[in-house]
């Protein structure tokens, strides 16, 4: 089956620290993947997605490249901000019936200090 | 550009009352519309979607019931809430592009059920 993991949080980091959030993927085929990010409060956005393999999506300086062979879409932020503090969702999309779904990782909770 | 409303934002309901939510996409046409959940520490749980109007598809069995009256309007229905009813419900869209499309989220709304 098609599956997301990704790494647990809480994660607390310092202004201006470096961002590193996991995420392994279980799929049938290449699907596309995404990563959305959740502020306090409100809806998901889309942050960034990658629609086959080495691609390299990036977004507010967000980065995260699909690597079929590791099946790895690990979200990157050089330089966090107290603004970047949210949860964040790594996601695929597969077919469903009659219809292409998405599969949600459960989400890592990011707190950026100053 | 295409945007999507959701309504209410929040609403605080008895047990055993019905609920009605509503979700509507501007500026795209024949979207598929999609009902999640997100419950508190369970991540997001895709409930119902939708590829037209009166096509609905339900993934998980329960005492909600979604309908789509309108090419653009999405309804998410209940005749008796329960305890477990509580969460934030996310209406999508995406236009049909297989495996490549990408879901956009509303605002949410969020409800508690006493």
């Known amino acids: 089956g098609n599956s997301v993991t990704q790494m647990e949080g809480p994660v607390t980091l310092s202004e201006e620290a470096f961002l590193t959030i996991n995420c392994t993927y279980t799929a049938t085929g290449y699907p596309s993947l995404f990563w959305y990010v959740q502020y306090p409060g409100e809806g998901l956005q889309l942050l960034l997605k990658?629609?086959?393999?080495?691609d390299k999506g990036s977004n507010k300086g967000f980065e995260a490249t699909y690597r079929k062979e590791t099946t790895s879409f690990h979200l990157e932020k050089g330089s966090v901000q107290v603004s970047d503090s949210a949860v964040y969702f790594c996601?695929?999309?597969?077919?469903?019936?009659?219809?292409?779904?998405?599969?949600f990782g459960k989400g890592t909770k990011l707190s950026v200090i100053p | 550009s295409q945007t999507i409303h959701q309504w209410p934002a929040t609403l605080v309901q008895p047990v055993g009352s019905p609920l009605s939510l509503e979700c509507t996409v501007e500026g795209t046409s024949n979207p598929n519309l999609y009902w999640y959940r997100q419950a508190a520490g369970r991540g997001l749980q895709l409930l119902f979607y939708s590829v037209g109007i009166g096509q609905i598809s339900s993934e998980v069995p329960q005492n909600l019931s979604a309908s789509r009256p309108q090419d653009r309007q999405f309804i998410l229905s209940s005749k008796k809430l329960l305890l477990s009813d509580s969460g934030f419900y996310l209406c999508?869209?995406?236009?049909?592009?297989?495996?490549?499309?990408?879901?956009?989220f509303g605002p949410g709304t969020r409800l508690l059920v006493l």
């Open positions: 999508a869209w995406s236009v049909g592009l297989g495996d490549k499309e990408t879901q956009y």
């Open positions: 996601a695929l999309i597969h077919s469903g019936a009659g219809s292409y779904q998405l599969t």
């Open positions: 990658a629609t086959k393999a080495d």
